[in-house]
């Protein structure tokens, strides 16, 4: 097939796509072999229609292509066969693993052989390799990221997972031109032709002929076109779709309410075949309109790389060259709302990425202050809030959740706290002043804030507002009082006194939970809309007499509405339960959808939000990026991408002038874009505060609030007034220009790089953290470990229960990885058992906890104090209990080359190696005189190391189990051995060196002649070490503090690199005298993840940022070597550390 004919299958594609023959399209892909469709493949794999997916592979491979496909189809068959089995239809699994496993046999008989052994089982988990085979979703999700990688690996899909880049409805785009150029090839060219077919070429009759029939009377035409005038190509042809229905009327209401339907507005004249915009569209007759389409103009399935979707202009018809004039791009037009700029991208649109703040939770609500525009209020999904100066890139105030007064509650909510104290901020939203703002939680609540400026929060009210999830919160004027409205779950919009919290109105007749509310004003009428997630939108008058308006919003689910700023016109933005996402313009007078919004992605993932600007612009987060349309034009105007990592529905803000963008973005990031404006108020905002800064070194600090800089910096830029020259003489008595002040940055900057300098990690925007969710029940860590698969992690609390957290597979963690950046499940079975220890008749604070985990992550051995404990990792039944003290074990250790051998460490001081399938003690090691509280196995050296209270070192040999060497700890100088301390073991990478943790020290130890290599002490006056470990690749160290720091150490020379004070993890009400890291984990895979565990029962992840990479640089070593002795010590400060 040639290259062109190759194409036309592309935009015939296209065509069908649009027109939503959705089996045809299929059907074409699979045929013609051209274009892999992955969304499609996801979506039939997801749904288990195995015979379609293995048909619609079939058009590009087959089994025996190569490995890849034979892989491919395998995976598909052996889940079609895990299925059957799960469901005890063993007749079903004969019949797929005689006709589709049985193929695979002659490439791997002694597979196939363990394949048909499952028969036999009762449950296929039984098999050790299927043990952690979940539910059918899981597992086909799982298999779906294992296949897409083989997809996109075999060569036989190359160049077909990607379709072209076309400008949308690119055929009909090419029709219209041909239609164009047929006719001015007329001899007699009719202003007005009546074009009713495209089988044979258009001809306009002879001058004596009849005549065309009149726009009026024609249905495919508008308006005709000026004298000479090149025929615009219009939005309404033989494909237009049905106008949507009249709903309602939206705000007649108020007044006196019509019932005649709004008369459609005709668009300019057309010729030939155009996608109609479906709002205002002159009315067709039924014989007409396509059957098959809908009445709303769909965004387009496959990807498109024509973001800006600019219209070039109408030419005149003497030009030769060729007319490029997508059809899709011209909208009807719309009497009083036109301007020039329309089909241009303006460069007033905030594009350019200015800043990049790290919230350390995932943001779900922003909004900027009304008057100090570079203020920008954040709420998250773990229920913080936080506000931010943007221009100087300082969070200024942290708040985690917390109930003001409980007691005042009601018990329900009290109650649901108790059973999962999980809460989300909702919505966060300034008062039209800014002295108040309003959080809106996911669980009650709502909290009324008053902001003083700066860093000067203060609590005003706590309403116990819905029962259930308060969907949203806004501020208005009813009656020249401010009010706050709240909605929630109970279905219930309410009208709350903001100086007092006293409740003033309950609306009720929606009959799903209500999930947004925007009020407005007109002509003095004060009033609410409020949007439900049944589609429902109402209307209320601040009375108690129900609702003025009941009608379906587009989309029928999750529904937000917003007024342009100067409330002339009315905007929603939709999406449904499919995924289906749109924006539409309102005619309020008639409560019709004016027009529709075209250019979202045909399954938005996630929930779209929107906003407006300047009376003109609306922007919404779509497909990973933002979209941008001008008010008056339905199709796209531009989109950006931010210089990619967001989300697939960011959440946005425009502050009040539109010059700045706040944009969520993965890794609990929140990114600025500016436009001009922008970029000039933040950079004089920036340099204002440098200067400041750089003053205040050198003189008395002059008292400087850098709110009012912001809001002074705002006011001069965005009026375009700022001035080349800032006078400072206020500050330092000289006037400065400021572009004096780039180059000292610069050169200050570049004096700097050459000392070496700890990193100091204070805030938490200065790294990666996330607080996993908490169990209510569990009030210290004991013990902590990630899984060997790295996607969970484990840990045992000193209450003897067991959490486990798992990081499920989602658009933003495709690996299913533990990471900082998305939260993780607190996991529990079907059952809702917990794994708890047996703890006899000791209590718990003085048993010492242990456990250890199988190298298949499918078993974990436990003790705390009482009888050790092995557990299922999938179910969390216990399997058997052995070893009853006394002693107590405190310390367990699998032996690294069969699982069934397991080293126990005893409170007497004993070693006991025991076999967990015949139940017996092999052997009994002594050699400490005080509890064990380290074992450490190499596989290489074929020794155990132990550690004991007792401070010292013992190896052991694991053939015949004699003790080869020991040795006790060398303390610090002045230092004496504490009656009762932990000395922890871990083997290097290498497996030969090994890493010694006490509370006085960390040392690196030499296997085989128990030799001590390098030591690091901490200063006499600081705290005591709590817990180390390497990371996974042994380069670093990472050890926690008493203090609550956590410090990272290069682990070649035992120096310190990098340092997290407790004010970059631990909230401001949390003192670290009260709060400390027990215990510290490193992530399997990621070396520099790590986590640590807290004595209130908190677990955080770290991971540093992004755009470092990695956890600090590592100091110079002096004079060619590292020294044994401390480089730096946690008691120094950093400017010290800088210097030692």
Not at 642 to 668: C, H, M, T
Not at 924 to 931: E, I, M, N
Request: charged share 20%.
């Amino acid at each position: 097939m040639s290259s062109l004919s190759r194409e036309l299958v592309f935009l015939i594609l296209q065509f069908l796509d649009e027109e939503k023959f959705k089996e045809t399209v299929h059907k074409l892909e699979q045929e013609s072999g051209f274009f892999f469709n992955m969304k499609y493949f996801e979506d039939e794999v997801h749904n288990g229609n195995w015979d379609e997916v293995e048909r619609y592979l079939s058009g590009f491979t087959k089994v025996d292509d190569n490995r890849y496909s034979m892989k491919i189809f395998f995976e598909i068959r052996k889940q079609k066969y895990l299925e059957a089995l799960d469901k005890h239809d063993r007749s079903k699994a004969v019949e797929i693993l005689v006709k589709d496993l049985k193929v695979f046999a002659t490439f791997n008989e002694e597979l196939f052989k363990e394949i048909t052994q499952l028969l036999t089982l009762e449950n296929f988990r039984e098999n050790e390799q299927l043990s952690k085979y979940g539910d059918t979703k899981s597992a086909r999700a799982i298999m779906l990221v294992e296949l897409k990688k083989l997809i996109e690996a075999n060569p036989l899909f190359r160049d077909k997972l990607q379709f072209p880049n076309l400008k949308n409805s690119r055929l009909r785009t090419l029709i219209n031109q041909s239609l164009n150029w047929q006719h001015q090839l007329c001899k007699t060219p009719r202003p007005n032709p009546d074009i009713k077919t495209l089988f044979v070429d258009h001809s306009c009759g002879q001058p004596n002929g009849a005549r065309a029939p009149s726009p009026a009377n024609n249905p495919l035409l508008g308006s005709l076109p000026k004298a000479g005038g090149f025929p615009p190509l219009g939005a309404h042809g033989p494909f237009q779709p049905t106008p949507a229905p009249v709903p309602t009327p939206l705000a007649g209401w108020m007044s006196n309410p019509t019932t005649v339907a709004h008369a459609a507005v005709s668009g300019g004249a057309t010729i030939g075949l155009g996608t109609a915009t479906g709002l205002g569209a002159p009315s067709i007759p039924a014989a007409l309109k396509h059957p098959r389409t809908p009445p709303t103009n769909p965004s387009v399935d496959y990807p498109s790389g024509d973001s800006d979707h600019v219209s070039k202009r109408t030419r005149p018809m003497g030009m030769s060259d060729e007319v490029n004039l997508p059809v899709n791009v011209l909208s009807a037009t719309f009497p009083g709302h036109g301007h020039g700029q329309a089909f241009n991208a303006p460069d007033d649109l905030p594009k350019t990425v200015m800043r990049t703040l790290n919230q350390g939770s995932s943001p779900m609500s922003m909004d900027f202050h009304p008057v100090q525009q570079t203020i920008l209020l954040v709420g998250t999904n773990v229920g913080d809030i936080a506000l931010w100066e943007v221009g100087s890139r300082e969070r200024l105030v942290l708040r985690n959740f917390k109930v003001w007064d409980l007691s005042a509650c009601s018990m329900p909510f009290q109650a649901a706290l108790v059973k999962d104290p999980g809460v989300s901020v909702n919505r966060v939203i300034w008062s039209p002043d800014g002295a108040l703002f309003g959080v809106a939680y996911s669980r009650h609540i709502v909290q009324i804030y008053s902001y003083h400026g700066g860093d000067e929060v203060r609590q005003h009210l706590e309403i116990d507002a819905h029962v259930g999830g308060v969907n949203d919160l806004a501020f208005s004027h009813p009656n020249k009082q401010l009010c706050v409205i709240t909605c929630g779950d109970d279905k219930t919009i309410k009208v709350w006194d903001a100086a007092t919290g006293a409740k003033q109105y309950t609306f009720e007749g929606h009959e799903a939970p209500v999930y947004s509310v925007c009020p407005h004003y007109k002509e003095n009428i004060q009033f609410i809309f409020s949007t439900a997630l049944d589609g429902k939108i109402k209307a209320w008058l601040y009375d108690n007499l129900g609702s003025r308006v009941d009608y379906d919003a587009p989309g029928r689910w999750c529904t937000t509405m917003a007024y342009s700023a100067d409330g002339t016109r009315l905007f929603s933005c939709g999406t449904s339960k499919d995924g289906e996402s749109s924006i539409v313009e309102w005619n309020e007078s008639e409560g019709a959808v004016k027009r529709t919004y075209q250019g979202f992605r045909k399954r938005s993932l996630g929930v779209v939000q929107f906003d407006t600007t300047k009376n003109r612009f609306l922007a919404a987060g779509d497909d990973f990026s933002i979209k941008f349309w001008d008010m008056d034009n339905i199709q796209l105007l531009t989109q950006v991408d931010a210089d990619g990592g967001l989300p697939a529905s960011p959440r946005i803000r425009f502050n009040k002038d539109g010059a700045l963008l706040a944009v969520s973005a993965n890794e609990n990031g929140i990114k600025i874009l500016a436009n001009a404006d922008g970029m000039r108020l933040l950079r004089s905002l920036e340099n204002s505060m440098y200067d400041a800064s750089r003053t205040s070194e050198a003189m008395a600090k002059p008292t400087i609030n850098p709110i009012s800089a912001a809001a002074a910096a705002s006011s001069a830029a965005l009026s375009e007034r700022v001035p080349s020259v800032v006078s400072m003489a206020g500050m330092n008595g000289d006037a400065r220009n400021l572009g004096d002040v780039k180059p000292r940055i610069s050169e200050e900057s570049n004096d700097k790089s050459k000392i070496w300098k700890l990193t100091e990690i204070s805030e938490p925007s200065q790294c990666r953290s996330l607080k996993l969710p908490e169990n209510v029940r569990v009030t210290k860590i004991s013990r902590l470990i990630y899984t060997n698969s790295g996607n969970a992690i484990l840990a045992l609390a000193s209450n003897a229960i067991h959490l486990l957290w798992k990081w499920p597979r989602s658009d933003r963690n495709s690996s299913g990885k533990a990471t900082a950046s998305v939260p993780p499940q607190l996991w529990q079975p079907s059952s809702g058992i917990l794994m708890t220890n047996d703890i006899g008749d000791n209590n718990t604070e003085d048993a010492v906890p242990c456990f250890a985990l199988s190298k298949n992550d499918s078993y974990v051995m436990s003790a705390s104090g009482g009888k050790i404990s092995l557990f299922n990792m999938m179910t969390f039944k216990t399997m058997t209990t052995f070893m009853p003290p006394p002693p107590a074990a405190t310390f367990l250790a699998f032996h690294p080359q069969d699982n069934n051998i397991i080293a126990i460490g005893m409170d007497d001081s004993s070693i006991q190696i025991y076999n967990v399938r015949v139940d017996e003690v092999k052997s009994k090691l002594k050699g400490h005189t005080k509890r064990i509280t380290g074992l450490a196995f190499s596989h290489v050296l074929n020794v155990l190391v132990s550690s004991g209270a007792d401070a010292q070192i013992c190896v052991w040999n694991t053939d015949g189990w004699e003790k080869q060497k020991t040795r006790f700890l060398q303390l610090p100088a002045g230092r004496t051995q504490p009656v009762q301390a932990d000395t922890r073991v871990q083997f290097h990478q290498d497996q030969i060196r090994f890493l010694v943790v006490h509370e006085t020290q960390l040392a690196i130890y030499e296997a085989t002649k128990l030799e001590c290599l390098k030591q690091w002490f901490p200063q006499s006056s600081a705290a005591p070490i709590s817990h180390a470990t390497f990371s996974c690749d042994s380069q670093l160290i990472y050890a926690s503090f008493l203090d609550a720091t956590v410090c990272v150490f290069s682990a070649s020379n035992l120096r310190l690199r990098c340092r997290v004070n407790p004010s970059a993890y631990l909230s401001a009400g949390f003192s670290s005298s009260n709060v400390q890291p027990l215990v510290i984990a490193a992530h399997p895979q990621e070396p520099n993840q790590f986590a640590v565990g807290l004595s209130d029962g908190g677990v955080h992840v770290f991971e540093p940022l992004e755009s470092e990479g990695k956890w600090g640089v590592p100091p110079p070593i002096e004079n060619g070597s590292a020294s044994n002795a401390a480089a730096v010590s946690v008691g120094a400060s950093s400017e010290e550390a800088a210097q030692r």
